[in-house]
């Protein structure tokens, strides 16, 4: 290879990025314990991630809204989609690449809400990290006026293949959808493969790989299947999803496309006649809202960590250092 290590990093970190990259290399299972060098790190606690799940909360909202189980099912296929964009690629659209995200503490709260408008009630969340060594974030869902909530745990295993991190995601998600009848429909959301490939140049991207599913309680499956460059015509970020009935492993409706982008529904027979998009997420999505920092508890993750992401922020590396062993060894004494 004649590409020098790291184009992406910063003159004086190359080093130290070369010897972070062997480290991912060694070490497996939970890289949340490696000292990164200052320029990949993220001023964002992992307790934050699970509000990826609801940053389109009207297609959330809008799985109540359906008539059939059918319906339903492609209704959760939809908005499940739509979250891939956000969970997967907007650090690179606001950090610059992938980033190390802060590793949360025990205890440590993330909440926040989706204010209500015309068109869809109130989302509410509700994230803790229950262990920190493995990390494993815990988080709630709900939108009660329609009837929703997603319940889920969220933890990683990694290891190192042919220069890239592969991460195992362990843990899955549960909806359910409270229906007129009084019934209950769950549905069990297991979660895709990740690659994260770049690591070399310094500017580290996700990739999805595999399969995941959506298992419902009346029997409709969906089965995800992802891609990258080199499969089905070369693109990033390709996904095919299968929606099968009940006892069956026939498709019923198939969709494909570019989950950061937009597809469509191709189904048996009567695929080219749909001409609208099955998701499209080109469109702005809605953060979460959280309090601000001076109504918050000691233990939620903004206020929290509120010194060490302002040094990260403000490339001051020493108070990010400073602050961060102090919540370290404030975690392990506490008064
Ligand atoms: C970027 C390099 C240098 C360091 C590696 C940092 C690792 C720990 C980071 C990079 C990308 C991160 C993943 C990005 C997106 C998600 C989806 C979310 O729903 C659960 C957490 C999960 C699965 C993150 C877990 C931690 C993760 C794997």
Redesign the pocket.
Known sequence: MSEEIGEAVPQSQKSSWATFIKQIASVSGD??SLT?PPF?LSPIS?TE??A?WCERPELFAAIADTNTDEERSVAVLKWFISTLKG??TSRNEKLGS????LNPVLGELFYGYWPATATRPRTNLVVEQVSHHPPITAYYITNPDKGLTLTGH?A?K?SFSAGS?I?K?IGHAVLNVKLPSGQTEEFLITLPK?R?DG?WYGS?Y?ELTDTSYIQSSTGWLSTIEYKGKGYFGGKSHQFKAVLSPPGSNNAARTFEGLWHITSKETSPGRGSSILDPFTDVQGPKEEVTVAPIEEQNDWESRKLWKLVAKGIRESDFDLASREKSKIEVGILHPQ
């Open positions: 890289l949340s990164a990949i992992l991630f699970p990826y969970q997967y992938e980033k190390k995200p969220s990683q990694t991190i991460v995601q990740l994260i690591l580290p996700i």
